[in-house]
T-cell receptor, first 113, second 115 residues
Framework: AQSVTQLDSQVPVFEEAPVELRCNYSSSVSVYLFWYVQYPNQGLQLLLK??????LVKGINGFEAEFNKSQTSFHLRKPSVHISDTAEYFCAVSSTGRRALTFGSGTRLQVQP | GAGVSQTPSNKVTEKGKYVELRCDPI?????LYWYRQSLGQGPEFLIY????????DSGLPNDRFFAVRPEGSVSTLKIQRTERGDSAVYLCASSATGGSDNEQFFGPGTRLTVL
C-alpha cells in the first residue's frame, strides 16, 4: 500500500516571500511523484512530476520540487510567491503496481499582500 | 484542444435516488479514472478503465457504485440508492496510455449533493 502525508493543512505567506510545502510518502515499491494545484472553482492542474533521473524537478509557474529517497519526501518550493499562487496544492504518488494516483489531503497556500 | 469535460457540473438529489455522472475524456486517451473528493480532503481513487474494461475497481466503496465505458471513450459513473455520505465532488481524469508515469488530465468535477 502507498500513502501520502502533507504535514501542513494551511500555509499563510506574504507576497514575494519564499515558500515550502511539505510532502512525505510511503511505498514498498518505486514511485512516481506529482504535485497538482487546484485554483478556486477550477480543476486539478499538474505543476510538476518526478519519474526518474535528476532529483530536482522544475515545473510551471516557477515551482520546483526535490525528491529525497532516503527521507521519502518530495517538498515543493518557490523562491518568491505571488498573490495568484493562492490555491490548494496536492501531492500525489503512483507506482508500477498501482496506476491510480494516491493523493495527500492538500495544503492551502494563502498569499497575503 | 478540448480538455476533460464532466456533466452535470452540479447534481442535487434525494436520499435513495439513482444518479448518473458523465465524463468525456480527451480524445484519443485510452485510460480513464474516477476519483471522489470530499470537503477538505484530497481526491480518492474509485475506478480505472483501460479501453472499455475496468482494469482496477478496488476503490469503489460498495456495490451501489458502478461505472461503464462501453465504447472506450465516454464513461458513466452510476450510484444507486444514494446516501448523504455520497455527497462529494466526483472527478474524472484521462491519460494517453494509462502508464503510471502518465500525466492525468482532470475535468472540473461534478458536485453531488444528497439531501
Amino acid at each position: 500500500a502507498q500513502s501520502v502525508t502533507q504535514l501542513d493543512s494551511q500555509v499563510p505567506v506574504f507576497e514575494e516571500a519564499p515558500v515550502e510545502l511539505r510532502c512525505n510518502y510511503s511505498s514498498s515499491v518505486s514511485v512516481y511523484l506529482f504535485w497538482y494545484v487546484q485554483y478556486p472553482n477550477q480543476g486539478l492542474q499538474l505543476l510538476l512530476k518526478y519519474l526518474s533521473g535528476s532529483t530536482l524537478v522544475k515545473g510551471i509557474n516557477g515551482f520546483e520540487a526535490e525528491f529525497n529517497k532516503s527521507q521519502t519526501s518530495f517538498h515543493l518550493r518557490k523562491p518568491s510567491v505571488h498573490i495568484s499562487d493562492t490555491a490548494e496544492y496536492f501531492c500525489a504518488v503512483s507506482s508500477t503496481g498501482r496506476r491510480a494516483l494516491t493523493f495527500g489531503s492538500g495544503t492551502r497556500l494563502q498569499v497575503q499582500p | 484542444g478540448a480538455g476533460v469535460s464532466q456533466t452535470p457540473s452540479n447534481k442535487v438529489t434525494e436520499k435513495g435516488k439513482y444518479v448518473e455522472l458523465r465524463c468525456d475524456p480527451i480524445s484519443g486517451h485510452t485510460a480513464l479514472y474516477w476519483y471522489r473528493q470530499s470537503l477538505g480532503q484530497g481526491p480518492e481513487f474509485l475506478i480505472y478503465f483501460q479501453g472499455t474494461g475496468a482494469a482496477d475497481d478496488s476503490g469503489l466503496p460498495n456495490d451501489r457504485f458502478f461505472a461503464v465505458r462501453p465504447e472506450g471513450s465516454v464513461s458513466t459513473l452510476k450510484i444507486q440508492r444514494t446516501e448523504r455520505g455520497d455527497s462529494a465532488v466526483y472527478l474524472c481524469a484521462s491519460s494517453a496510455t494509462g502508464g503510471s508515469d502518465n500525466e492525468q488530465f482532470f475535468g472540473p468535477g461534478t458536485r453531488l449533493t444528497v439531501l
